[in-house]
């Protein structure tokens, strides 16, 4: 069974510049989620998906962030205008959708480790 | 308001000594789960262990256990046997449900290091 796949694994940019990352769940997985996560902290939640249908969004998320997952499938986050304090790891999870919401357990990435310089 | 709290910013243990690291929560959720994940250096987050709210039994797998009080709104993870390779952060996360938010809250997490 194949995990969750992020790519890139290290991005380092320029402030002002765009980047976009890319997450392929656990195939079957119709729920995938985005965390970001900075140095010292725990994870904090970004956006949710349910199949292709964002369904929740975190005040995190500013409007320089988007997230799509066009197909239900595979999912992309853009930072438009990268800026020193969107520097992180970016962590995607997906998992099953359980019968039994609060067990719905998420498996995640290895994460995108952005730099902006 | 802190919803999940991990009080040991560091711990080291000798390696095959069993460790306890603690998790405290806070919610008003009658209905809840709480994860532990295991991040080592590599950055992966790595599921351990889970617990619902209406669990009877402590959760157990393989050398992982859960101590879950839940009038004292804790849920430590005990490691049996510790070895070198548990060096990692420790995160304990909960989620509320099945009405509320589908995401995890995480704790701060705890470092953990095995010493041969």
């Known amino acids: 069974d194949t995990g969750v796949s992020q790519d890139p694994r290290h991005k380092i940019t320029k402030r002002g510049q765009n980047v976009t990352f890319r997450c392929d769940p656990i195939s079957e997985h119709n729920r995938l989620y985005w965390y970001r996560q900075t140095l010292g902290q725990g994870p904090e939640f970004l956006t949710y998906f349910q199949n292709e249908a964002q369904l929740e969004k975190s005040r995190l998320l500013s409007d320089r962030f988007s997230a799509e997952r066009p197909k239900g499938s595979f999912s992309t986050l853009e930072i438009q205008r990268t800026e020193q304090g969107d520097s992180a790891m970016y962590l995607c999870?997906?998992?099953?959708?359980?019968?039994?919401?609060?067990?719905?357990?998420?498996?995640f990435g290895p994460g995108t480790r952005l730099t902006v310089l | 308001a802190q919803k999940i709290t991990q009080t040991q910013p560091g711990m080291f243990v000798q390696e095959k000594e069993a460790v306890t690291l603690d998790c405290t929560y806070d919610?008003?959720?009658?209905?809840?789960?709480l994860f532990w994940y295991k991040q080592p250096s590599s950055g992966e987050m790595i599921f351990l262990i889970y617990q619902g709210s209406y669990d009877e039994q402590n959760a157990t797998e393989g050398r992982y256990s859960l101590n879950f009080q839940k009038a004292r709104k804790s849920a430590n993870l005990v490691i049996s046997a510790s070895q070198l390779g548990d060096s990692a952060m420790y995160f304990c996360?909960?989620?509320?449900?099945?009405?509320?938010?589908?995401?995890?809250?995480f704790g701060q997490g705890t470092r953990l290091t095995i010493n041969p």
């Open positions: 996360a909960m989620r509320e449900g099945p009405g509320g938010a589908q995401k995890l809250v």
């Open positions: 999870a997906s998992s099953k959708g359980s019968r039994v919401a609060i067990r719905d357990t998420q498996y």
């Open positions: 919610t008003s959720d009658q209905s809840y789960g």
